[in-house]
């Protein structure tokens, strides 16, 4: 057995232990509001979005009733978050494209997606990931950092670290890593703090020559 496999078979036994049913941890009602709370998690805690979004999601869900209010109003819900002056306009605009060239219905197509304001790469794969079967596998800074941490990936940016992801771990289970992966991540391996010795995957790796 090669270590490539080696690795991923102890990466994925550790983590189907720990989360072997995971999902996600978001606040939404229906999918336009997934989509929100997707955007406003750019730069800001989720935990902190959760907070607004049980306030702003009795007021907005769908996209005609946020064109019924206005951008200022959007902006006075989200004001605690970061970035919150141009998300509130993206959150506006998407809006008012979803009645007009959708019918209010959430394109499940990738390019669709990514052409809405403040719809990116990222965005758009963690909105199918929860809503579709496409191939999607989305990477954050923290996938982006296990991959570095396991020497999965170079760690030279995203969009290589999605690549090496998609040819490493099988397509089937792409979905339940990406939440798996976070959620490990979060409490076990985090950016700042952190304590190699209470890592279990690195750890393991680590017994087993595998860095």
Request: hydrophobic letters at 40%.
């Amino acid at each position: 057995m090669n270590i490539l496999l080696k690795k991923k078979n102890i990466i994925e036994r550790i983590l189907d232990f720990l989360y072997p049913n995971p999902t996600s941890t978001l606040y939404y009602i229906n999918e336009y509001t997934l989509l929100i709370s997707i955007i406003l998690t750019a730069k800001s805690k989720e935990k902190k979005v959760n907070e607004i979004t049980k306030l702003l999601f009795k007021k907005i869900k769908t996209p005609m009733d946020t064109i019924c209010i206005s951008i200022e109003e959007i902006k006075n819900y989200i004001k605690n978050i970061g970035l919150y002056n141009i998300k509130s306009k993206n959150i506006y605009d998407l809006s008012v494209i979803l009645i007009e060239e959708y019918n209010g219905i959430i394109p499940k197509d990738i390019l669709k997606l990514k052409s809405l304001p403040g719809v990116g790469h990222k965005t758009a794969s963690v909105f199918l990931s929860h809503v579709s079967n496409e191939s999607v596998f989305p990477v954050d800074t923290h996938i982006h950092r296990m991959m570095f941490r396991w020497k999965l990936s170079n760690g030279k940016n995203v969009k290589q670290t999605e690549q090496d992801a998609k040819r490493i771990f099988k397509k089937e289970n792409w979905k339940k890593l990406h939440f798996q992966i976070i959620f490990y991540a979060k409490k076990y391996s985090p950016s700042q703090k952190w304590d190699y010795k209470k890592d279990i995957i690195y750890q393991e790796l680590l017994i087993n020559n595998l860095l």
